[in-house]
């Protein structure tokens, strides 16, 4: 099974909205990624933990907090979002550190609106 | 120094085809070359990847010619097929950074 899973699918929120992504994978797979993706453009690093440690934080603003439960959970906390944060999310996750040559798997994303 | 610069923004090649994309790059500690394939509405998912070790890389009509001393890479997808239509990144990584560097992408359109 290669299957990285995210939900919700489609997200609505306001300003004022506190929300939360969620993705999973089931892979044995140490190091799990969001990005950020805009239409047209090439997904964007935002964060990556490996081993469940935050490694990599791509100066995210902090309306964006990440977080990891355990090694086949990962979380995007959301609050105080601004109109230009619409875009398609991301997650992924690799074996270990994907620059390295492991394959990066990715999710189907969550389509992200801010009103 | 982190770029990766990928030509063309966007491509249409007629059914049975060659679809010829291009990646170049500088930094010299990339040493991980894949190449991502996108579907509207769907996550990238792994096309093909090379080493620098070796210069090209077959898998079925997808081929990736590597270039070293020119740091260039490419992408040819041989008799494309409308179901090729797809957006398609190439990327480098290097065990230095952990992270991939995605190209911009090119937009490919197989017309029947």
New interface residues.
Partial sequence: DTE?TQTPKHLVMGMTNKKSLKCEQHMGHR?MYWYKQKA????E?MF?Y?YEKL??NESVPSRFSPECPNSSLLNLHLHALQPEDSALY?C?SSAL?????E???????TRLLVL | QQQVKQSPQSLIVQKGGISIINCAYENTAF??F?WYQQFP??????LI?I?PDVSEKKEGRFTISFNKSAKQFSLHIMDSQPGDSA?Y?CAA????????I????T?LSVKP
Avoid: H, M, W
């Avoid at chain 2, 509405?41 to 792994?46: E, M, Q, R, Y």
């Avoid at chain 2, 990584?93 to 991939?100: M, V």
């Fill in positions: 990285v190091a047209k453009k090439p997904p690093l990556v490996s490694s990599i991301l992924a550190l994907a620059g390295i040559g394959t990066q798997y990715f999710g189907p994303g | 040493d991980y894949p509405g769907k996550g990238p998912a792994l990847a080493r957006t990144f990584g290097s065990n230095q950074g952990g992270k991939l995605f190209g911009q992408g937009e």
